[in-house]
């Protein structure tokens, strides 16, 4: 094991036992390096915007920076002076060997989500804004997942390929509004705050509860279209990874219509036990799924 992939599996790690255990038995084993490189090179990133940089000319000179290195490495070549988290990129890309392949999109779609979140903090995004934003986060993670899991599998192409992970986002985003709020990221689209008046500082009022209910509603309705599609798949381990994606963000789902659409500062997920059940459950039904059923 080469210095950047110790390093890539020691930051999973350290930040995400699910991530890094889903890593071990889920993804393709001659792909487990490069997964971990992945994910520890954009939480790199993500820590560096939300937290080291603290200008606005400090977060947009490092994204230019990362920007223009992984065009470079795409044409195949190699800057000198690479920190260690570069480099891991950079080993990263060298592996990637297809044209346009999904590992391309996962980068490229997860790249421009951190630059998009670099340059949007204080500022109020519209809704065209939000939907690329979300469109962005679908495409990057499910190719990504694709691209880890079952590698030379040949994923069928839907509509409704996509609607899972844009769910998980739309959950995400409502799951962090408060804290985003705090931060100087909002989640709210110019539009409806214009429409309905809503004050950010009042997310109890009925304004942003009804915008929250709007959001609950779209999201059920894409992970029922989205998991439809992933009832679909052959390959079993990318099946049971997204069927535990689609639960972990209903979970939160349920716990903001059971409080009347009021967001809080904080979700807690579900005791270590019970999810491991629910995973197994997934895992168990998964295989017998009927696929006409939807």
Not at 30 to 40: E, P
Not at 111 to 131: C, G, M, N, P, S
Not at 229 to 254: H, M, N, P, Q
Request: aromatic residues 14%; glycine residues 2%.
């Amino acid at each position: 094991m080469d210095q950047t992939a110790k390093l890539a599996k020691s930051i999973t790690k350290k930040a995400s036992k699910q991530t890094y255990y889903t890593a071990r038995y889920m993804v393709d084993r001659n792909l487990v390096d490069d997964f971990f490189r992945a994910y520890a090179y954009f939480r790199w990133m993500d820590d560096m915007i939300d937290e080291s940089l603290e200008s606005q000319k400090e977060r947009i000179s490092f994204i230019k920076r990362q920007k223009e290195l992984i065009d470079v490495l795409y044409q195949k070549k190699r800057p000198n002076s690479l920190n260690s988290y570069e480099e891991i990129m950079a080993v990263l890309i060298e592996h990637d060997q297809k044209v346009n392949s999904k590992l391309q999109s996962f980068i490229r779609n997860m790249f421009a989500i951190v630059e998009f979140d670099a340059y949007r903090k204080w500022q109020i995004i519209t809704e065209k804004q939000l939907e690329w934003y979300t469109n962005c986060v679908a495409k990057s993670t499910t190719d990504g997942l694709q691209y880890f899991i079952g590698n030379n599998h040949q994923y069928p192409i839907a509509e409704n390929q996509y609607f899972a992970a844009k769910a998980a986002h739309i959950v995400h985003l409502l799951r962090d509004t408060v804290e985003d709020l705090q931060n100087g990221f909002i989640n709210v689209p110019k539009e409806y705050i214009e429409l309905y008046g809503i004050d950010l500082s009042q997310i109890d009022s009925a304004a942003f509860r009804a915008w929250v209910r709007e959001r609950t509603a779209k999201a059920r309705e894409y992970f029922m279209k989205g998991k439809h599609y992933l009832e679909t798949l052959d390959i079993l381990r990318c099946k049971t990874v997204g069927l535990w994606y689609c639960a972990r963000f209903e979970s939160i789902l349920d716990k903001i219509e059971k409080e009347n659409y009021l967001l809080k500062s904080t979700y807690e997920e579900k005791g270590k036990t019970s999810r491991l059940i629910k995973m197994a459950q997934l895992t168990l039904v998964a295989p017998f799924k009927n696929r006409n059923s939807f």
